[in-house]
């Protein structure tokens, strides 16, 4: 039986975010602005990255703690070679009963078949437009909408279903296209997860007026086809789901910025280099790969990992004032989102 490991608000750990590393082949200015994050921006060295072997080494003991969920995430998780071994490695971790993955989508067409074979169990697409001229500016790469399109019907045709999308909105950027990602999803059979845009990190310059709020999604898309609201079903469900009343399926919104979620938040984090964080907008983690590669006993990653759970009061979103918290925070694309 896992150790009952609660913080100071009495909440479990029960997720597991993994970032496996923190470079990517899209830079969306919301998440890596390009002027930030040009060609002479350095990213983690491969020695300081985590190995697989660490990576899951973690993921066992987290299971021992009570994690039963992993998702691999970055930067582009699909860029670290050979993922579908680090996944195989997860998913036969006593206690972990499912292993998720998120991903743009430029590199999945070709993968899907093989990840799924490994053991993924969930997929989650990011796709913020199905316009070709905005998703070339949400993503600012060459990469055409079509490749992620096909990695999307690829990962469908591997079982991996249903594919959710996810999708970031932008108030006068891409919210115009709202109800044809909506369309398209609904004729895909597709889970749609609309994302408000948050304050991570420093580089994006965020302003609360580019946050279009959920309720004015949902109310946008129920305008043209009505909805109904689902209730939650597990504890840590962090995306309010809604369902089509013609049967053409569900959608969700996470809404990070105008309906927080902390007090259900049973989510740790750990970066490509190894380093734990309890919230997204923590400043800095804590340092697992030094003990790691110090030679650390299980019971020592145990107490560590025990330690900062135990001492965890983060509920950033819920104090989020009307000005929006300024100073030093990690970049989404490091933590991994
Ligand atoms: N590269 C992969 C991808 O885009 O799916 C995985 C990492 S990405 C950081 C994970 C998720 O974070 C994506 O769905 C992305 O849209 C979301 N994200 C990044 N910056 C964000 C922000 N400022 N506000 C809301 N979501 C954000
Ligand atoms: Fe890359 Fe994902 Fe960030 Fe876009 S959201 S820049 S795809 S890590
Ligand atoms: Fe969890 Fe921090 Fe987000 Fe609150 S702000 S839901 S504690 S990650």
Partial sequence: MPIATLDQLSRPVRDLRLSVTDRCNFRCPYCMPRSKFGADHAFSPRAELLTYEELARLVGIFAGLGVTKVRLTGGEPLLRRDLET???????????????????????????AT????GLRRITVSLD?????????????????DTVLGGIAAAQAAGLTPVKVNAVVQRGVNEAGLLDLAEFARQQGLVLRFIEYMDVGTTNEWQSGAVVPAAEIIERIAAVHPLEPIAATIRGE??????????????????????PFCTDCTRARVTATGELFTCLFAARGRDLRGLLRA???????????????????????????ADHQSGRRAEMSYLGG
């Avoid at 990840?115 to 490994?118: F, N, P, S, T, V």
């Fill in 295 to 321: 030679g650390a006993s299980d019971a020592e990653l145990v107490d560590l990992i025990v330690g900062v759970w135990h001492a965890r009061t983060d509920r950033y979103s819920e104090q989020r004032s």
């Fill in 86 to 112: 680090l996944i195989a490695m997860i998913a036969a971790t006593p206690g972990i009963d499912d292993v998720a993955l998120t991903t743009n989508g430029s590199l999945l067409a070709d993968r899907a």
């Fill in 129 to 145: 437009s199905v316009d070709p001229q905005m998703f070339a500016a949400m993503t600012d790469s060459p990469i055409a909408l």
């Fill in 238 to 259: 962090v995306a309010r789901r809604w369902r089509y009343t013609d049967g053409g399926g569900e959608i969700g919104v996470i809404a990070s910025v105008t309906q």
């Fill in 115 to 118: 990840l799924r074979a490994a």
